[in-house]
């Protein structure tokens, strides 16, 4: 079900100066004014950099974190707003981007029409789950749900077959619970016990706005029911391997293995003309089958009525809404909903992106970003480059296939060259059968793709999203406009400045393609050994430590971070900040002494470092983060990578008393 929104908010950012207003690097230096010195940074370099601010920092009512990173979408909301609203209130030809743009957000602004609709959008899709009477009806609901954007026990996606790279196939992934993990159906701690429970009184109101009697006991047949499905489900570090999630299948042996499925029929309606599918977990499949037969009908409908109430209750009437932030704020420890502004913000930017995209980059964004944003990430390929050839555990032979691979890495900056076109009517009047065509043609979207090698002019996120990402089935780095300014790049702040915040940034994605699941694809993209055995065995080794140093981590006191699942991000960040300080050592400033603001160049280089993970979190949603987000938290964003590098130590004289303090051969190193 769709229950985890207020996590994956989309969250953004924008760079507001313009190329007329620009300033000179003396009028922009940053200083750093607030560094608490009771701490000492080899104590704790994070809170010696942002303790003061952290302390200071207050987290508006509405939201569940503040500051940098995820949190930036706070100023950048009022930015898209006044976009929204300037094309909202004009008339646009019909079909131009300004129209679709603004008549979709004119139509979830009005409240009134939506809340005097009530239930009655839903009602044909509750009706169609009424009339199921049979196992074959379950999956032809099912499966003709998924065109509308309405998933439920099945989860299909097109991407690139991860051994053939140059076609795109039909993938399917476990799916079917509602909370946000299945470890969370069997954990029996109390703050996840509480989570159950309100998801529970969550599904409850759901049945009772839709007039459902008996609707508490209703509620606990659909819960058992997940219970059971979450019981095939796959660990989120299970899900991490890579060979153990790519199960490419003959879909006629699937027909006969899985009989209740049915999968031409599935495959059938949606369209999918294909003989073979990758079926990542095929163990949550063999029991999906198996409980087609042995849960009875008349539950099956609970559960899908649960099921599509809740992947609509955001675009129906305010007591849908209202049941449905009841439930998330248990999650993310927010006490204020959201004004509607904000969440049609985030509607926009998830359902017509690329054409508020087309809108924010003429708006806001600076061109000249995006060339001095191109010249770092080639200037950091050359110095991994370097790096590669200087590593004294890795042969010569892994070394030139390794070299060949960050070579062949496509660069993606500020905003596709191509841009997404909508081909979907958008009615002013109507929010409920907007969102729902616009999710219907997300889906068409990505069928076209279906059997076609992949778009290589295609983005991933949004161009005002404050994000990065490495593509290992395109070998591709990406870095939007959203995370081009302050505090990650700053066009006119010394070098020190750029290199510890958008260089760190840029680091950690082409460590990307090295890390324990990048390093398994090839320059083609493809799921294939490149490494000798000798040189993978070390790797592993290396990789193994950065988990079990990260596994000794800990949040809230006594929360502990899980090195399996975060390992990745671990690797490029650690990997990142040392690509950063070498292409930094390269700059003339990072040649130089000379203070600014008090700080030599090195130590601004740190500094900028802390200062782009300066983030402040409710701990509701920092104990749900822990246990679902393949990153650290943000104190060992910075603490971790440092106290394995050894630069550091010798710009901040970290001495063997101090809190992290690791001897030179227990700091980790692996690229």
């Known amino acids: 079900m769709n229950v985890l929104r207020y996590i994956s908010l989309v969250l953004l950012v924008c760079l507001s100066c313009k190329q007329e207003n620009k300033v000179t690097p003396a009028l922009n230096a940053v200083v750093f004014d607030d560094i608490d010195q009771s701490i000492k940074p080899g104590d704790d370099f994070f809170n010696h950099v942002n303790k003061n601010w952290m302390e200071n920092a207050v987290i508006a009512d509405d939201q569940v974190g503040v500051g940098a990173y995820r949190f930036l979408n706070i100023p950048q909301q009022a930015l898209l707003k006044n976009i929204l609203e300037a094309v909202s209130i004009q008339e646009h030809p019909k079909g131009t981007i300004e129209q679709k743009v603004g008549d979709f957000y004119a139509s979830g602004m009005d409240t009134v029409a939506i809340n005097s609709r009530g239930v009655k959008p839903i009602t044909p899709i509750l009706e169609k789950i009424s009339s199921i009477n049979n196992t074959s009806s379950i999956m032809t609901f099912v499966a003709n749900q998924i065109k509308s954007g309405d998933y439920s026990l099945l989860l299909p996606s097109i991407s690139a077959d991860k051994k053939n790279s140059k076609l795109n196939i039909l993938h399917f992934g476990q799916a079917g619970i509602g909370l946000p993990d299945r470890d969370y159906y069997f954990n029996e701690d109390s703050s996840v016990i509480e989570i159950q429970e309100a998801y529970k009184r969550y599904v409850t109101t759901l049945f009772e706005l839709t007039g459902e009697t008996e609707a508490k006991s209703k509620a606990e047949i659909v819960y058992q029911i997940e219970k059971q499905i979450a019981e095939s489900h796959k660990t989120r570090v299970e899900l991490r391997d890579i060979q153990a999630n790519y199960n490419k299948v003959a879909v006629s042996d699937l027909n006969d293995k899985h009989e209740n499925i049915d999968w ?29 037969k042995t849960v009875s009908i008349s539950d099956w409908k609970l559960y899908l009525k649960a099921n599509s109430i809740s992947s609509h209750d955001q675009i129906l009437s305010k007591p849908f809404q209202d049941v449905s932030f009841s439930y998330s704020k248990v999650l993310s420890g927010q006490t204020e909903q959201q004004s509607r502004d904000k969440q049609m913000v985030r509607f926009v930017d998830n359902l017509l992106g690329f054409a508020l995209g087309q809108l924010y980059v003429k708006r806001y964004f600076n061109e000249d970003a995006k060339k001095r944003a191109l010249d770092l990430v080639n200037n950091f390929q050359k110095v991994l480059e370097k790096r590669i050839d200087n590593l004294d555990w890795m042969s010569d032979s892994t070394k030139i296939k390794a070299k060949d691979k960050l070579f062949a890495i496509n660069k ?27 999710r219907s043609t997300a889906y068409q979207y990505e069928l076209q793709q279906l059997n076609q090698p992949p778009n290589r002019d295609e983005w991933h996120t949004t161009p005002s999203t404050v994000t990065a990402y490495y593509n290992a089935s395109l070998n591709e780095i990406v870095f939007p406009a959203g995370i081009l300014q302050k505090p990650y790049f700053d066009l006119y702040a010394d070098d020190a400045l750029n290199y510890g915040g958008i260089g760190m940034v840029i680091g950690h994605e082409f460590i990307h393609a090295f890390d324990d699941r990048g390093a398994q694809y090839d320059k083609d993209g493809n799921v294939s050994n490149w490494w000798t055995d000798v040189d993978y065995t070390k790797f592993k080794a290396k990789t193994n430590q950065i988990i079990e140093q990260y596994n000794a981590f800990t949040v809230l006191d006594s929360v502990h971070l899980n090195g399996a699942l975060t390992v990745g991000e671990n690797t490029a960040d650690n990997g990142g900040i040392a690509i950063a300080y070498d292409a930094f050592l390269l700059t003339e400033q990072g040649q130089d002494t000379t203070k600014i603001g008090g700080y030599t160049p090195k130590e601004r280089f740190f500094l900028s470092i802390a200062n782009i993970w300066r983030v402040k979190m409710r701990e509701a949603f920092l104990r749900n983060y822990v246990a679902n987000d393949p990153h650290s938290p943000p104190i060992w964003r910075v603490n971790g990578p440092l106290m394995n590098f050894t630069p550091f130590y010798e710009t901040f004289d970290v001495k063997d008393t101090d809190a992290n303090f690791k001897a030179i051969e227990e700091r980790i190193k692996i690229w």
């Open 264 to 292: 031409n029929s599935i495959l059938h309606i949606l369209g999918a003309r294909v003989d073979s599918i990758d079926v990542a977990q095929p163990l949550y499949y063999d029991a999906l089958d198996n409980m087609l």
């Open 412 to 438: 993606k900056i500020g905003y596709p060259d191509v841009w997404r076109m909508y081909d979907v009517e958008i009615n002013r009047t109507q929010f409920f059968e907007n969102v729902v065509n616009l």
